[in-house]
C-alpha cells in the first residue's frame, strides 16, 4: 500500500507543477504576443486538455513527433476528441521549465509563427515532468 500512496503523491505533486509550467507558458506566451502587437491568447480547457494527453502520450509511449506512433496527426487526435479549431502546435522536450521552453520556442522560425500567430485567440498548454523529459505541447486555436 506504501508504494501506491507514495506514487499518488508524486502524481499529485507533479500535477501541481506541471499545472503551474502551463500556467507560466500561457503568460510568456501573452508577453511575447504583446511585444509583436497581436492580442493575448486565452486559455482553453479542452485544448489544454488535447494538450496534456499529448505531452502524457509522448512520455509513456517514448516518441517525440507531432505524427503519434500510430499515423495520427494533431488534427485527427483533436477530431477524435472532439475539438474544434486547432490551429496549429508546437512540441518540445528536455527544456527545464517555462523560461527555457519559450527561449528554445522563439529561436525556432515555425514554432516562433505559431507563437506569434495574430489569428490565434485561444491556447492549451500541456506538460508531462518525468525521467526523459519534460514534455511540453501547445495546442493553439481560432
Not at 493575448?40 to 506512433?69: K, N, Q, Y
Not at 494533431?74 to 474544434?84: S, Y
Amino acid at each position: 500500500a506504501a508504494p501506491a500512496h507514495t506514487e499518488a503523491a508524486h502524481t499529485e505533486a507533479a500535477g501541481g507543477a506541471e499545472t503551474t509550467a502551463a500556467t507560466a507558458v500561457l503568460n510568456l506566451v501573452n508577453q511575447q504576443r504583446a511585444q509583436a502587437g497581436c492580442r493575448p491568447v486565452r486559455a482553453d480547457a479542452d485544448l489544454a486538455s488535447l494538450a496534456g494527453a499529448f505531452s502524457d502520450e509522448m512520455a509513456s509511449r517514448g516518441f517525440f513527433d507531432h505524427t503519434d506512433p500510430d499515423g495520427a496527426t494533431p488534427w485527427d487526435r483533436a477530431d477524435k476528441a472532439g475539438v474544434r479549431g486547432l490551429g496549429g502546435e508546437n512540441i518540445a522536450r528536455g527544456q527545464a521549465d517555462a523560461a527555457a521552453v519559450m527561449d528554445s520556442w522563439m529561436h525556432s522560425p515555425g514554432h516562433r509563427a505559431n507563437i506569434l500567430n495574430c489569428d490565434f485567440t485561444t491556447l492549451g498548454v500541456g506538460v508531462h515532468f518525468g525521467a526523459g523529459g519534460p514534455w511540453w505541447t501547445q495546442d493553439f486555436g481560432y
